[in-house]
């Protein structure tokens, strides 16, 4: 149960003072629907109102707080004028200016011969001083009372500033004195204050350096945060680890049979990975393992010798995809290699009904099938093993933590789990999104594979691209061909694709195909299949082909609006060429003038294949939340901690956690207390319910 001292920060915002129902919806667009969501929404700059010269010494292009006397109101000749109201000061005059002004709530605020304290940027147009609608106006006595240093929020549209600063203050007094869960040695080297002390700070920076995501009051909340994670992570490792294990000990029969099939040899960081696989399976603690590979760098040979050692145990195992397309595609490669060995696979996907589907779960639940790849389909509650050994879970991003636990709760015994994903995670992501897990990484592609020969080409060469994809048509090639996804609306990203696609079928016939995000399953296959054989040349695609299509003989892409892409799902597409023997060419289409981010990207691609690398950068364009898609796949997402700038931290925050639970598992000292409250301020309460 959460902490009652909590019950205020999690009630909805609605119950703050001014906010309406039709507000609350705004707020909750921008920062989240209960209270602690405003607490974690920091300023992102200030106004500085301390500059208060004289009218004659004013700067014009600054913020500047003058006390002048009101001299006069001249109203607009035209519709179209401002509202002007002339002020002095002994030094000089200024006016106010006012578009679409009501001259009544003028004249009362600002009466002719009163004096006033404005605030605002000063101007210089032709020749005189003016500021356009101050932000402040008052008497001197109503100027006392405000803040001189004003924090500036990120807003959406419809939500006025003054109703969330007044929000805001009013959500800063309801938070709590906490007990201290930091290490205190740890935050006295640092200089940190108290969790409060430091919250109430954040909101009210002194000047431009509190804004620093490494300023002491911001990195501390940064590193509640992470250790919130991290304990979190930790706690689920923890519980796995209590469960009871069984130690799967294959006699390599099964797995020397597949490798002298194999038209190749294993690299050697595949033989790595699979030893620390064996190794895992092989004890009494349950293998909870993330293999992480690059485009192409034959994870699936790993994971089906790693499935094989399962079956040589006398146990079953099972690879969960996250489409269709890709549970077909990893059964059609798997197949060949297990009859090697004269192990089955079978294959479960939604579109298995009736007796067939009947049939396979009976072999299945009796034992009689080895192995089995499918989709989410393999977690329905009539799936049952007869002993499920081993889960292998591709694809990682696309499944949240409980879909994991899920699969390997099949098992009726103690169930191994490896997860693998293609899309390289730099090492800070990896410990916030895999900190419960050890993790394994491909390096090397396998022998006899070519770089992709990258390049960027402005939009308007668009002919000269078309003219050089029929030229390598003529020569046997095939071509996959992106459009991007348009954010505000799915029917842009279609329209885009669309239009795409009946250019090139003007160009080339029926020999262009198109597949996009909203086609039915059986529709995508089959254009797919089309494409793998001989019916299609041209794939024009949305960003559905971006995991694990596999067609060698595709050798040219061309990625539309290239700038609008991230880097690490720019080298996700490219990966999806250079998959045969023939020399590949991609080429990014981008609309000038390239902005300083986009520009970045494209080089890197440029210069690199290095999926880790590319991810690194990645991280530090585009932040976090954006390189893991977070906001589609259930991983953590940040409030405060900004992974491009804390990794140290975050560091620091996984040794933290795997000291407390070292010392008091169960989170029941002074300090472990105080840990639960920070559990449940950044709702990790899922976790606290395994101790």
């Not at 390049?455 to 060469?461: G, K, N, T, W, Y």
């Not at 054989?533 to 794939?539: E, F, K, Q, R, S």
């Not at 491009?644 to 956690?657: I, K, P, S, T």
């Amino acid at each position: 149960m959460r902490p009652q001292i909590l019950y205020p920060l999690f009630a909805e915002v609605g119950q703050l003072p001014g906010i309406g129902p039709k507000t609350a919806k705004l707020v909750e667009r921008l920062a989240g629907p209960r209270v602690v969501d405003l607490l974690w929404h920091l300023p992102a700059a200030l106004v500085d109102r301390r500059y208060a010269p004289k009218i004659a010494e004013a700067v014009a292009d600054r913020v500047a707080t003058l006390t002048v006397t009101v001299d006069g109101h001249i109203a607009p000749p035209s519709r179209r004028a401002p509202f002007r109201v002339r002020c002095s000061d002994p030094s000089g005059s200024i006016d106010l200016v006012f578009f679409h002004a009501n001259a009544e709530w003028l004249s009362r605020t600002l009466p002719v011969g009163s004096v006033r304290v404005v605030s605002g940027r000063v101007e210089q147009f032709q020749g005189a001083l003016q500021m356009a609608h101050p932000d402040r106006i008052g008497t001197p006595e109503e100027f006392a009372d405000i803040a001189v240093v004003e924090p500036v929020y990120p807003m959406t549209a419809g939500l006025a500033p003054k109703t969330l600063g007044k929000a805001k203050s009013a959500a800063l007094e309801r938070a709590p004195d906490l007990p201290e869960w930091q290490d205190s040695a740890w935050r006295a080297r640092n200089g940190w204050a108290g969790w409060r002390e430091s919250l109430q700070s954040a909101h009210r920076p002194g000047d431009q350096s509190a804004l620093s995501p490494m300023a002491p009051d911001r990195a501390r909340l940064a590193f509640d945060e992470l250790l919130a994670n991290q304990l979190a992570l930790a706690m689920v490792r923890a519980s796995m680890r209590r469960l009871p294990g069984r130690g799967l000990r294959g006699d390599g029969s099964l797995a020397v049979k597949v490798s002298a099939a194999l038209p190749f040899a294993l690299t050697g960081s595949q033989r790595q990975a699979i030893g620390e696989i064996l190794a895992d399976m092989a004890s009494d603690t349950r293998m909870l393992r993330l293999l992480q590979g690059d485009v192409g760098s034959g994870k699936t040979v790993v994971a089906l010798m790693a499935m094989l050692n399962a079956v040589e145990a006398g146990a079953q195992a099972a690879l969960l995809a996250p489409t269709e397309i890709l549970a077909r595609q990893h059964h059609e490669t798997l197949t060949p290699m297990a009859a090697a060995a004269g192990v089955e696979i079978g294959l479960l996907t939604g579109r298995d009904k009736g007796k067939p589907r009947a049939a396979l779960l009976d072999r299945l639940a009796a034992g009689a099938l080895p192995m089995i790849v499918g989709t989410h389909a393999l977690l329905q509650e009539d799936v049952a093993f007869a002993d499920l050994g081993l889960a292998v879970i591709d694809e990682q991003h696309r499944f949240g933590v409980h879909q994991r636990l899920q699969l390997s709760a099949k098992g009726n015994r103690a169930t191994d789990v490896m997860v693998m994903t293609a899309t390289p995670i730099p090492r800070t992501l990896t410990l916030t999104a895999y900190g419960d897990m050890d993790v394994s990484r491909l390096t090397e592609k396998p022998p006899g594979r070519k770089p992709v020969d990258t390049r960027a080409l402005p939009a308007d060469r668009i002919d000269d691209v078309v003219a050089a994809v029929a030229r390598k048509i003529g020569q046997g090639a095939k071509v996959y061909w992106v459009c991007p996804l348009v954010e505000e609306s799915e029917s842009g990203d279609l329209a885009a694709a669309t239009e795409r696609f009946r250019a090139l079928g003007n160009r080339f016939g029926e020999r262009v195909g198109l597949v996009h995000g909203r086609l039915k399953a059986a529709e995508k296959d089959a254009v797919m299949a089309g494409f793998a054989g001989d019916a299609i040349d041209i794939l024009v695609a949305t960003t559905v082909i971006e995991v694990g299509v596999d067609v060698p003989a595709a050798t040219v892409m061309v990625i539309e609006h290239a700038e609008r892409f991230g880097l690490a799902q720019l080298h996700q597409l490219r990966g999806r060429i250079g998959r045969g023997a023939e020399a590949s060419t991609c080429l990014l289409l981008y609309a000038p003038p390239l902005g300083e981010t986009a520009r970045a990207r494209i080089e890197t691609l440029r210069a690199t294949d290095d999926g880790f690398r590319i991810a690194e950068e990645d991280l530090r364009l585009r932040g976090a939340g954006e390189v893991l898609g977070t906001r589609q796949s259930g991983l953590p997402e940040f409030r405060i901690a900004d992974l491009a700038v804390h990794g140290e931290l975050l560091a620091a925050a996984r040794d933290d956690a795997r000291l407390v639970l070292d010392r008091d598992p169960d989170l029941t000292g002074p300090r472990g207390d105080a840990l639960r409250m920070l559990l449940y301020l950044f709702e990790r309460d899922a976790a606290v319910r395994l101790l």
